[in-house]
């Protein structure tokens, strides 16, 4: 199997330098992923030594950085948003925006819960055949499709159980 010039063992970087195949093994990504981030704007080598990427510690937070922000849901283009963001308060804004956008998809989650739930506890034999159920497809049938989407139109999860 051959090696890639940028995780081949015989091209090891200093102690204060890391190579691609170095910086993304300590996370347990393949290379190419950095390659995407630097291509996208996250990230940037150092240096490069013969065409080679070099990796400085700092790159080890940015790239924790970069995970710990898209395991919280934020997409690639917000990230960049943030680290290129001129200030706290800046950064600041846009995890405010972040957050609201989370508290959306937490009361859409939650209306979609108690659904299943009214399902599950629901008294009728067959759910769909429950009056609540067939009212709120009704209604939602009744609606256009950009409100049901944006949850204008009237969908809220039963409160009575029939």
Same mark, same amino acid.
């Given at each position: 199997?051959? %090696? %890639?010039?940028d995780?081949?063992?015989?091209?090891?970087? &200093?102690?204060?330098e *890391?190579?691609? /195949?170095q +910086?993304?093994?300590?996370?347990? #990504?393949? &290379?190419?992923?950095?390659?995407?981030?630097?291509?996208?704007? #996250?990230?940037?080598?150092?240096?490069?030594?013969? /065409?080679?990427?070099?990796?400085?510690?700092? =790159?080890? %937070?940015?790239?924790? &950085?970069? +995970?710990?922000?898209?395991?919280?849901?934020f997409? +690639?283009d917000?990230?960049k948003?943030?680290?290129?963001?001129?200030? /706290?308060?800046?950064?600041?804004? #846009? #995890?405010?925006? =972040?957050?609201?956008? +989370?508290?959306?998809?937490?009361?859409?989650?939650?209306? %979609?819960? @108690?659904?299943? @739930?009214?399902?599950?506890?629901?008294?009728?034999?067959? *759910? $769909?055949?429950?009056?609540?159920?067939?009212?709120?497809?009704?209604?939602?049938?009744?609606?256009?499709?950009?409100?049901?989407?944006?949850? $204008?139109?009237s /969908?809220?999860?039963? &409160?009575? =159980?029939?």
């Amino acid at each position: 199997m051959k %090696s %890639s010039p940028d995780t081949d063992p015989a091209i090891e970087a &200093t102690e204060d330098e *890391f190579t691609i /195949g170095q +910086l993304a093994g300590r996370f347990g #990504l393949a &290379t190419h992923v950095l390659r995407h981030w630097e291509d996208v704007g #996250l990230i940037e080598p150092a240096e490069r030594v013969n /065409g080679r990427r070099r990796y400085r510690p700092w =790159h080890i %937070s940015r790239v924790a &950085t970069i +995970l710990l922000s898209k395991e919280a849901g934020f997409r +690639l283009d917000e990230i960049k948003a943030i680290v290129d963001a001129p200030d /706290g308060p800046a950064r600041k804004e #846009l #995890l405010r925006r =972040h957050r609201d956008e +989370l508290d959306r998809r937490l009361a859409r989650i939650e209306a %979609s819960r @108690q659904i299943v @739930q009214h399902g599950i506890d629901c008294r009728a034999e067959d *759910f $769909t055949r429950c009056p609540n159920f067939v009212r709120i497809v009704e209604e939602m049938a009744a609606i256009r499709p950009s409100e049901a989407i944006n949850g $204008t139109g009237s /969908g809220e999860a039963p &409160t009575s =159980h029939h």
